[in-house]
């Protein structure tokens, strides 16, 4: 696939062409902080790039903008690209919530205490920007499956004419911070959140009218999830649980966390005997922040839940975010508040693995382009 038109807003067809698949890299996001500050692309581009505001109503120039040396991308002094000061990203005072810094991942040398700037809606995202480029070699470390335990779903969808699907979680699930939803401000380009999409492009490949329900909450951990899975979770049945909680467990100890998710699920099945759950581990949090603690160790947990548990897969969001830390870029690229919450790019890897592992990439990719 080769880059042609840009889109003026979300299109699917680009922008949720699969990260490990594609040649064409759509609105990739970054965030720079300092005047002179630099990004990483996740792959090498391929002749030249296009450099634009995240809602990608405005396009930047390089040579008076920006310069692209390799993978990277800086900025160059006295131009107009947005960008965080380093005062202001990296506080000598708290933010309305307090972060502090993981120094062992800061791009510079800190003195005295610091702590991470921190805000919702388009805090971020308005001085993120959306790089479009072909890769010259698409060398992604991550490769989705199909999940074996949930293959005969869809066929059991269409064969029962419809069905319902349940999403249970925290705010990611809720939609934080798609620019489609409230949380992300309702603004350009209006990408849906991963939740929406999931609904969306399994009813295409079913072909028949599917029931979303998302019962999230922002905030929730596993636990709270099971103190009202009663009036949440099993108040009515479903054909497929999506099940979404990982980001506010990491101070959890690991096998806690295990045996609440286990508690959920074991309790879905026994409620919907023929029902299938779909586990999503989390994205992770920013690796400059203090907020990155036992999140690396749940998806091993929940793969070992999934192994366990009848109709059960695992949708591996945690290994693709790793993958994309591992290009070079800093995970605040991708996010929307800077701690915890993807933004649109963030929200789309989320869509394409959770896609992946629930129709496989050939089934994925034709209820896209179909």
Same mark, same amino acid.
């Given at each position: 696939?080769?880059?042609?038109?840009?889109?003026?807003?979300?299109?699917?067809?680009?922008?949720?062409?699969?990260?490990?698949?594609?040649?064409?890299?759509?609105?990739? $996001?970054?965030?720079?902080?300092?005047?002179?500050? %630099?990004?990483?692309?996740?792959?090498?581009?391929?002749?030249?790039?296009?450099?634009?505001?995240?809602?990608?109503?405005?396009?930047?120039?390089?040579?008076?903008?920006?310069?692209?040396?390799?993978?990277?991308?800086?900025?160059?002094?006295?131009?107009?690209?947005?960008?965080?000061?380093?005062?202001?990203?990296?506080?000598?005072?708290?933010?309305?919530?307090?972060?502090?810094?993981?120094?062992?991942?800061?791009?510079?040398?800190?003195?005295?205490?610091?702590?991470?700037?921190?805000?919702?809606?388009?805090?971020?995202?308005?001085? %993120?920007?959306?790089?479009?480029?072909?890769?010259?070699?698409?060398?992604?470390?991550?490769?989705?499956?199909?999940?074996?335990?949930?293959?005969?779903?869809?066929?059991? +969808?269409?064969?029962?004419?419809?069905?319902?699907?349940?999403?249970?979680?925290?705010?990611?699930?809720?939609?934080?911070?798609?620019?489609?939803?409230?949380?992300?401000?309702? +603004?350009?380009?209006?990408?849906?959140?991963?939740?929406?999409?999931?609904? $969306?492009?399994?009813?295409?490949?079913?072909?028949?009218?599917?029931?979303?329900?998302?019962?999230?909450?922002?905030?929730?951990?596993?636990?709270?999830?099971?103190?009202?899975?009663?009036?949440?979770?099993?108040?009515?049945?479903?054909?497929?649980?999506?099940?979404?909680?990982?980001?506010?467990?990491?101070?959890?100890?690991?096998?806690?966390?295990?045996?609440?998710?286990?508690?959920?699920?074991?309790?879905?099945?026994?409620?919907?005997?023929?029902?299938?759950?779909?586990?999503?581990?989390?994205?992770?949090?920013?690796?400059?922040?203090?907020?990155?603690?036992?999140?690396?160790?749940?998806?091993?947990?929940?793969?070992?839940?999934?192994?366990?548990?009848?109709? $059960?897969?695992?949708?591996?969001?945690?290994?693709? @975010?790793?993958? +994309?830390?591992?290009?070079?870029?800093?995970?605040?690229? @991708?996010?929307?508040?800077?701690?915890?919450?993807?933004?649109?790019?963030?929200?789309? +890897?989320?869509?394409?693995?959770?896609?992946?592992?629930?129709?496989?990439?050939?089934? @994925?990719?034709?209820?896209?382009?179909?």
């Amino acid at each position: 696939m080769k880059i042609n038109e840009l889109p003026a807003r979300f299109d699917a067809q680009r922008h949720l062409q699969p990260l490990w698949r594609t040649e064409a890299v759509y609105d990739e $996001t970054a965030l720079i902080v300092g005047e002179t500050g %630099e990004c990483t692309l996740a792959f090498l581009p391929r002749g030249g790039l296009t450099v634009r505001s995240y809602t990608l109503d405005r396009i930047f120039r390089e040579g008076v903008d920006f310069s692209v040396e390799g993978k990277v991308l800086r900025r160059l002094a006295g131009g107009s690209l947005p960008y965080f000061q380093t005062e202001e990203y990296f506080r000598r005072e708290p933010d309305s919530v307090p972060i502090g810094v993981n120094r062992a991942f800061s791009e510079i040398p800190l003195e005295g205490q610091r702590f991470l700037a921190y805000g919702e809606r388009d805090t971020f995202t308005s001085r %993120e920007i959306a790089v479009s480029y072909e890769a010259a070699e698409n060398d992604f470390g991550f490769l989705p499956q199909r999940e074996k335990a949930l293959e005969p779903l869809v066929k059991r +969808l269409k064969a029962q004419g419809g069905g319902s699907v349940l999403f249970y979680g925290d705010s990611i699930t809720v939609g934080c911070n798609a620019s489609a939803t409230e949380y992300g401000g309702s +603004l350009p380009p209006y990408t849906p959140s991963w939740a929406e999409l999931t609904g $969306t492009y399994l009813e295409k490949a079913c072909g028949v009218p599917l029931k979303t329900v998302n019962r999230a909450v922002g905030g929730w951990r596993a636990a709270d999830g099971i103190r009202e899975m009663e009036s949440r979770m099993l108040s009515a049945p479903y054909d497929l649980m999506v099940l979404a909680y990982g980001m506010n467990d990491g101070p959890t100890a690991p096998a806690v966390f295990a045996q609440e998710i286990r508690t959920l699920a074991e309790s879905f099945l026994s409620r919907n005997p023929e029902g299938y759950i779909l586990l999503v581990s989390t994205m992770l949090p920013n690796r400059q922040s203090d907020w990155r603690l036992s999140h690396a160790a749940q998806e091993g947990l929940l793969e070992e839940i999934a192994h366990a548990l009848p109709r $059960t897969g695992l949708a591996r969001v945690s290994s693709a @975010f790793r993958a +994309l830390e591992e290009t070079g870029k800093r995970t605040r690229d @991708f996010l929307a508040n800077n701690i915890n919450h993807p933004n649109d790019f963030g929200v789309r +890897l989320y869509a394409e693995v959770i896609l992946t592992a629930l129709l496989g990439e050939g089934e @994925f990719l034709a209820a896209l382009n179909g």
